[in-house]
């Protein structure tokens, strides 16, 4: 008999965007994910601040499938370390003819302004549902995926406040993750489609910085909401079928659109005002481009290990609407990650 159990957050390349476990079998998936955002702050044109965000997640996932094409998902998403750092910041001014801030005369800061959080991100749980699979059919032309998932709010512990002096990474608010997959098995190049859509529910939230100053009591936040396509090729480099193992290139291109958002003052600007921190701020929309490449090697049929780069791009968008204050046009961001996905099947040989 076989019990392989491999414990080992979600899958990207051209196959695997639509793998599922096996029937009455488990699919696990450590992943992890860094990034470094560089960038400005600029106010009526003119660079007001340096603008960093460097970012690392680690995401666990199990899947389990009670039959083929159905699946129950468990993901549990942490982020030891979230990092925003403005260089060469100015002070804030109150503007005397309206009294709105301004960072355009104020005198520069020798010291960079960090703001850190770290923690747990969320825990999802959720379903999914393969209508047509090129593996549990073999008559099948392509195949689907359909994901959805919840994750519960954390109203004490997120980005937007503090407990104990230490800031969270989680948004929230209720989490709701929807998304679909397609995929083509065309042997040496196989095209794939995805489309992730989350949404973040409104929460309160009561106000404390790190210095453990309380600026507002249940403050109504609600951080944006994202919908992210990808679609790419994988490009097949080499393969043994008697051992289950492959080598391929996965090349890809994609866009996020990332609604507005409602979210306390002082964590996207560098030392704001006091009177604008006990109302909710506006940060608006954006769209972003992105590129990446993968390489997929699969040691056998149980195990595949995955790692690419991403770059992406962000439109230019007002952080906080209470100050005239944007990201600049020549923000960037770099990505890296590396996965290791296993799978097992508890039927017997």
Known sequence: MSWLVLFLAHPASAADVTDMAPGLGVLGTLRYAGSSLDGHLVESGEVVSGRKVQRHDLDVGLEFAPAPGVALTLDLALTPSLTYTYADSRAMIVEPEDGSGSYLAGEAIAQPVEIRAGGLTGFWVGAAFAPFS???????????????????????????????????????????????????????????????????????????????????????????????????????GWEDPDLGASFDVDLYLGGQYRTWEDVASGVYLPNVLEGARSIPVTSGDSLAGIAGIALDAAVNEYVQIRAGSEFTYRTPYTLEHVYDVQTSADTWQIGWFFQVQGMGSFKPD
């Open 134 to 236: 090129e593996t549990y059919a073999k008559g099948q032309q392509s195949s689907w995926r359909i994901d959805a998932a919840l994750r519960p709010p954390s109203a004490g512990r997120n980005l937007w406040t503090t407990v104990d002096a230490k800031r969270g990474t989680a948004p929230g608010g209720l989490g709701l993750r929807v998304g679909g997959a397609f995929s083509v098995d065309r042997g040496v190049g196989n095209p794939w489609l995805q489309a992730v859509y989350q949404s973040e529910g409104r929460v309160a939230i009561d106000v404390v910085d790190e210095n453990g100053n309380e600026w507002a009591k249940e403050l109504a936040v609600k951080p944006a909401s994202t919908l992210l396509t990808r679609f790419g090729v994988a490009i097949e």
